[in-house]
């Protein structure tokens, strides 16, 4: 739990955006954790996300300037900017993920993943903590 008690107060809102700045988020909360997840999505797309309610965040792009990812229950919707490949944030879309979003937080300031308390979490198997 080390990591979980150096968490500091970050400025608000964490704001983020993807390398070439067609897709930006703001995130008004400041998330409990930085999480890395090592599903098998998280993986692959090497994202550090920051959780929150469709009302903390608020992200900002041109219509169709993300591509849409969906597997498994199809309950997430992953976005990636189309331009320049960069991971930025996932909505849910089905059942009990309505309402809930998460920012990669990759794209904040450096320094805002390891602020906030970076985190690991072992959602390939035990979805629990790895710290
Ligand atoms: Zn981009």
């Not at 090592?38 to 996300?49: A, F, K, M, Q, Y």
């Not at 997430?76 to 309402?99: N, Q, R």
């Not at 920012?103 to 198997?125: K, Q, S, T």
């Amino acid at each position: 739990m080390a990591e979980e008690e150096t968490s500091q107060n970050v400025q608000l809102p964490i704001s983020g955006s993807c390398h070439c700045g067609a897709v930006t988020y703001e995130m008004k909360v400041q998330p409990r954790f930085a999480v890395e997840c090592n599903c098998t999505i998280c993986r692959s797309l090497g994202t550090v996300w920051g959780h929150g309610s469709s009302e903390e965040i608020s992200v900002t792009a041109a219509p169709g300037a993300t591509l849409s990812y969906s597997r498994g229950d199809k309950e997430l919707a992953f976005h990636t900017c189309k331009t320049c490949g960069s991971s930025t944030h996932w909505e849910g879309i089905e059942g009990d993920s309505v309402g809930r979003m998460a920012v990669n937080l990759r794209l904040a300031i450096p320094g805002a993943v390891e602020a906030i308390g970076h985190r690991h979490f072992d959602g390939a198997d035990t979805w629990k903590f790895l710290d």
